[in-house]
């Protein structure tokens, strides 16, 4: 559940530090420290654009406009306009009940299968796919095509062709599915977007979301579950204020274990270091959320901790995550009623990690009950 612990050397050492990624890409910069971690990631001299040639990867793509994340203003403001309507928290409230529905559906499967059952496969994977399938009109039916284009995208060992085809086959499908949806409106996402957007665009949104939707929020779900197995005495913190307790486990998790990279498009003051223009930056957000000067005993798990919602596990700035409304909600609804409907809820064998992928989380979780 920690992050490496050179991270918290790092902190204490050299919170701002040079760093070789590798097989011939350039240098970066690491951070590690909360505060410098939201001075870099608010800083108007940042690029997200993965085509740059200084940015922090191994494999360079250009994305599209539509994968608004990974562009940079005005196209990345005009996405996130369209959008920031639609993650408002009285519309997102309005799927509450939809995906405890959807939990009782997936829970009562796994049941049916008999212990023991992969969490990941029959709970933690299919809800956020049956909840962002709702949201956008997507057909759950597709969901199996969508997870494994999704997996190619955050998969730290393929190459740039492999996530450039996933990303084309994702809005490939999107754009068919935009055009039915001019043809025959639905009250969706999708129309929605099919009718201020361009086909393309619109289709490129869509595949974005599904992308950034599901795979993050599911290994939140597993690592979630795994968390409060392995601190029992602190379940009654979770089903009194999930709202609370959500936030810590957020914290404490961090599920970005490559970090956030960046480009400076200009020189940055910061931490004592100024990094230069040109060059390529990661914040790394569990290392910023273990800060002790922040955090008091920050590699400890307290879901009573008064600031827990000071993490910086969706980012900071105009790139942090728009659908952090969607992710609270649906963790807020899940991990409580897993506990109260499966009490005796146990890991049954070895638990497995994504441990190359830029999202970390439990690939398979058997579990009893």
Known sequence: MDPPRQYARFRHESPITRISLGSGAPDAWLVTRWEDARTVLAHSATSTDMSRPAFPTRSHVAMPPGFFLFQDDPVHDVFRKVLTREFMVKKIEALRAPTLEILDGVLQRMVSVGSPADFVEHVAL?????????????????HEFFQHHSRVLIEGTVT???????????SDYLEDLVVRRLREPQ??????????????DAADVGSFLLFAGHETTA????????????HPEQLPLLLENPVGAIEELLRYLTIAQSGLG??????????????????????MLNSA??????????????????NARQHVAFGYGIHQCLGQPLARMELQVVLP????RLPALRVAGSVTYKHTAAA??????????
Request: zero cysteines.
């Open 160 to 170: 740039g062709e492999q996530k450039a085809s996933a990303q084309q086959a994702l």
């Open 337 to 340: 009623e897993v506990f109260r």
């Open 219 to 230: 290994n939140m779900i597993g690592l979630g579950v795994l968390a409060m197995l392995q």
């Open 187 to 200: 009250d969706d996402l999708i129309t929605r977007l099919g009718r201020q957007l361009s086909t393309r």
């Open 262 to 283: 960046r480009v400076a498009t200009s020189d940055i003051p910061v931490g004592g270091v100024t990094i230069r223009e040109g060059e390529g930056v990661i914040v």
């Open 360 to 369: 970390y989380g439990p690939a398979r979780m058997p579990v009893e009950w």
């Open 289 to 306: 959320n273990r800060d002790e000067a922040v955090f008091p005993d920050a590699d400890v798990l307290d879901l009573a901790r008064p």
């Open 126 to 142: 299919p809800l956020p796919s049956l909840v962002i399938s709702e949201l956008l009109g997507v057909p759950y039916a597709d």
